[in-house]
């Protein structure tokens, strides 16, 4: 039986710092730090050796520019598509989303995303649709979003092997969802660094999920190697 694994992506520096309650809220990755921390990812993903069959073949990202133009990258490598999944949206919070005179930030279109990135998958359909009452939630609601994000995108894949990028509360979600405990109390999730990635792999679509490995950096340059900007949901934070 082949087994199937999944990748949980953050992306490495941006262009702009985000500030909470500030922004910017959709800014790309850096020109320079950015893209070698995302080419890190990608070769780290792409080249590995541990098993070969757990390398991905369906790539899904966030709509926003930094989460969409990493998983580019990390695409390119797996000479693979984008699939940009709204259910991987941003955290619906004020703060990662609301700047100060109260405009709030949306990210591109499918259609925008496309003309920047070649290689986005303009056929796919997102799993989970963010509409207005969504927002604000909460940490329970964002790990149910998470969770439905999840079924949809294993179901598109259809038992292959998928890589997700996405943003430090999304993915950090998605690892507790895998994780299968009964509460965010027993969890044994930290926090998640820039260019951390998590994999996650299970014997069959029925079977539990194993955590592999969490926020590892080692394919990471310089200073992020050791892990830098470390986030987490509060209810992970202990």
């Given at each position: ?7 949980l ?14 922004g910017p809220?959709?800014?790309d ?6 893209i070698?921390?995302?080419e890190?990812i990608a070769?780290a993903?792409a ?7 757990s ?6 990202a966030?709509?926003?520019l ?15 598509v984008?699939n940009v999944?709204?259910g991987?949206y941003e ?8 700047d ?5 930030t949306f990210?591109?279109?499918v259609?925008q ?15 989970v ?8 939630e ?21 038992g292959g ?8 509360p999304?993915?950090q979600a998605?690892?507790?969802v895998?994780?299968?405990v009964a509460?965010?109390d027993e ?16 014997d069959g ?6 955590m592999d ?13 050791k892990?830098?900007g470390?986030?987490s ?6």
């Amino acid at each position: 039986m082949t087994k199937q694994y999944a990748w949980l992506i953050r992306y490495g520096k941006t262009e702009f710092p985000l500030v909470e309650s500030d922004g910017p809220f959709d800014s790309d990755i850096d020109p320079t730090d950015g893209i070698s921390h995302a080419e890190a990812i990608a070769k780290a993903i792409a080249s590995s050796p541990s098993p070969l069959d757990s390398i991905p073949q369906n790539v899904y990202a966030s709509p926003f520019l930094r989460t969409t133009h990493t998983a580019s990258i990390l695409a390119t490598s797996l000479k693979s598509v984008v699939n940009v999944e709204d259910g991987l949206y941003e955290y619906l919070i004020p703060s990662l989303l609301v700047d100060r005179s109260g405009v709030r930030t949306f990210p591109r279109t499918v259609e925008q995303l496309k003309e920047l990135f070649e290689n986005v998958n303009d056929n796919y359909q997102s799993c989970v649709e963010i509409t207005p009452e969504m927002f604000p939630e909460d940490e329970m609601k964002l790990i149910e979003r998470c969770r439905n994000t999840l079924d949809g995108i294993l179901k598109h894949a259809q038992g292959g092997n998928v890589a997700i990028v996405a943003h430090a509360p999304c993915v950090q979600a998605l690892a507790f969802v895998m994780e299968g405990v009964a509460s965010t109390d027993e969890s044994k999730l930290q926090k998640w660094p820039l260019g951390g990635i998590t994999r996650f792999s299970r014997d069959g679509e029925e079977d539990a999920w194993t955590m592999d490995f969490y926020g590892v950096t080692n394919h990471m340059p310089g200073e992020y190697e050791k892990g830098a900007g470390l986030w987490s949901l509060p209810c992970f934070d202990k």
